[in-house]
C-alpha cells in the first residue's frame, strides 16, 4: 500500500498518547471511586463495571486512527476479475477498394461499417486494426480506447494489389502477440514451427471485396486461424455485378468474390455478412467466447478508511448508549 499524502501519517503518533492518557483517566476514575467506597458514598461493587466499559473508547481509537490513515490518501493494488475478448477489424486497402459500386466508395463504406461495429461494442472488448494490401500492416494494437481505434480506422487509404492471407496471418499475430511466419509444406500453411495456442475469446472482421491476387492461399491461412481457435467474419465490400475502376490509366474489372469469403467463413466458424447488413454485423461480439483474466489495477481505497472508521463511531455510540446512557 502506498500514499499520496504520506505526511499525514504523522498524526498517527497522537494515536499512542491517547492510549496513555485514557488510562490515565481510568486509574484517576479507579482511585475516586474507591475513595467515595470508602465514605460509604458509592457502593463496593460499582467499583468495578466490567470490561464492557472499555469496548466504546476503543472503537473510538479505532476510528480516529482509520481517520488518520484516510487522511494520508492510500493507495492499492487490487486484482480486477473481468471478462475480456478480443476483435481484429482487418481491412482491405487495395486499390480496387477505390471501386463505388458501394457507395460512396467500398472503402468508405467499409469505415462506416467497422465504426458502427466499434461503437456498438461493450467496454471488455479490445478492438486492433489491421490493414492489408500485398502485405499486412498493424495499425492499431487492441485497445479498449474506442477513440484511438476510430482514429486508426479514419487514417486508411487504398493502395496496392490485395492478400487475403497476409490480412489474416497479420491478424493472428495481434491475437497471438507474437509475428506468425508461415511456412508452405506443399498441402498448406504452417505457422513456421509456432505454438500459436489457443484463442476462442478472439475473432476477426475481415472487410474486403475477396479479390486475392497474390500468396499465401486465404484459405490455408483460414485453415491455420482455425486450429488457434479464430473465428474469422469475412464481410463482403462491394457488388457481385462489379464495376470498372481506373487505376493508373488502365481499366480495371472488380466485383465481390462472396464464394472465396463465405468460404473462409465455413473454414473458422465464423459468418459471412454483406457489409449494408449493420444489424447482423453488431452481433459478432456475441460469437465471441470471452474469458475471465485477473487485472491489477492502482486505485486510491480513501473511501474505504473513511467508511470503516464512521462504521465503528457509530458502533461505538450505539454500544455507549445501550449499555451506560451516554456517549462516553
Not at 474506442?146 to 493502395?159: C, E, F, K, Y
Not at 478472439?202 to 497474390?214: F, K, M, P, Q, R
Amino acid at each position: 500500500m502506498t500514499f499520496i499524502w504520506p505526511w499525514m501519517l504523522l498524526f498517527l503518533a497522537a494515536v499512542p498518547l491517547l492510549v496513555l492518557e485514557y488510562r490515565r483517566l481510568v486509574r484517576r476514575r479507579e482511585a475516586r471511586r474507591s475513595q467515595l467506597a470508602a465514605l460509604g458514598l458509592v457502593a463496593p461493587r460499582a467499583i468495578t463495571s466490567g470490561r464492557r466499559r472499555h469496548v466504546a473508547p476503543l472503537l473510538f481509537l479505532g476510528a480516529l486512527t482509520l481517520l488518520f490513515v484516510a487522511l494520508a490518501r492510500p493507495e492499492a493494488t487490487i486484482a480486477e476479475a473481468r471478462r475480456q475478448g478480443t476483435v481484429v477489424l482487418a481491412f482491405d486497402v487495395s486499390g480496387s477498394m477505390a471501386a463505388t459500386d458501394l457507395a460512396p466508395s467500398r472503402i468508405a463504406a467499409a469505415k462506416a461499417a467497422a465504426r458502427a461495429f466499434v461503437e456498438k461494442q461493450p467496454s471488455t472488448i479490445r478492438v486492433g486494426v489491421v490493414a492489408f494490401a500485398e502485405s499486412g500492416l498493424v495499425t492499431q494494437q487492441p485497445t479498449t480506447d474506442r477513440s484511438a481505434v476510430l482514429a486508426a480506422i479514419d487514417r486508411l487509404t487504398p493502395q496496392g494489389g490485395t492478400a487475403l492471407g497476409r490480412g489474416i496471418q497479420t491478424s493472428l499475430s495481434v491475437i497471438a502477440g507474437k509475428t506468425v511466419q508461415l511456412n508452405d509444406t506443399g498441402g498448406g500453411v504452417e505457422a513456421g514451427g509456432q505454438d500459436l495456442g489457443y484463442h476462442g475469446s478472439a475473432a476477426v472482421i475481415l472487410l474486403s471485396d475477396g479479390e486475392n491476387t497474390t500468396d499465401p492461399d486465404p484459405l490455408q491461412v483460414a485453415d491455420l486461424a482455425s486450429t488457434a481457435g479464430v473465428r474469422v467474419y469475412p464481410i463482403g465490400i462491394g457488388s457481385p455485378q462489379g464495376t470498372v475502376l481506373q487505376i493508373d490509366g488502365f481499366q480495371v474489372a472488380t466485383a465481390l468474390d462472396e464464394p472465396l469469403l463465405r468460404e473462409i467463413a465455413s473454414r473458422t466458424d465464423g459468418k459471412y455478412y454483406a457489409a449494408a447488413d449493420e444489424q447482423a454485423l453488431a452481433k459478432v461480439y456475441q460469437s465471441i467466447d470471452p474469458v475471465w483474466t485477473v487485472q491489477p489495477r492502482h486505485m486510491e481505497v480513501t473511501a474505504l478508511f473513511a467508511g470503516a472508521a464512521a462504521l465503528l463511531l457509530l458502533l461505538g455510540v450505539g454500544l455507549s448508549f445501550a449499555w451506560f446512557g451516554r456517549v462516553i
